[in-house]
């Protein structure tokens, strides 16, 4: 074997165990755990960045939300709790404010406060919607006009006193 010879005798190597292609069993395992751990690890790099870019979307959108709810004089939730609530997409407020199970549950909060007979509907003051308006026009206003729809019916007034 000359010095400039790179290739190796296999024949006398004690310590080469048989083939070395990749049709051996013994080293088919290898590739295909490689190839596996892969694949896996792509799609884990693919799900952690879209995570991240909607992350990223919903607190953005919670940080418009806070800044319009606080310049219209009302109280914000925090950052998480509007995130969490609301997602990039407006949640379940965007889904159909106007529907029948919407409109229900406002009608049952502008009451009285009795339970049972003694529950009467009430004249309410309209800041009582404003911060669901609020939020349809920072998550989802092309539902807007539905929202407004189903509010016009509601008996509301421009600065009921408090007792």
């Known amino acids: 074997m000359s010095t400039h010879d790179t290739t190796h005798d296999t024949a006398h190597d004690p310590h080469f165990s048989g083939s070395n292609e990749v049709g051996d069993p013994r080293k088919k395992w290898v590739y295909w755990t490689a190839i596996g751990l892969l694949v896996v690890g792509f799609l884990i790099a693919i799900l952690s960045f879209s995570g991240a870019r909607a992350n990223a979307r919903a607190a953005e959108k919670a940080d418009e939300l806070t800044a319009a709810l606080t310049d219209a004089g009302l109280r914000a939730p925090s950052q998480d709790q509007i995130t969490r609530l609301l997602g990039d997409d407006g949640g379940a ?60 019916d509601l008996n509301l007034d421009d600065g009921v006193v408090r007792s």
């Open 93 to 152: 407020v965007c889904e159909d404010p106007g529907s029948a199970l919407s409109q229900a549950t406002l009608d049952a909060q502008l009451t009285n406060g009795a339970a049972g007979p003694g529950q009467r509907p009430v004249i309410a003051d309209d800041r009582v919607v404003q911060g669901q308006r609020i939020v349809l026009q920072v998550y989802c206003p092309d539902q807007l006009d539905e929202f407004e729809q189903a509010v016009d």
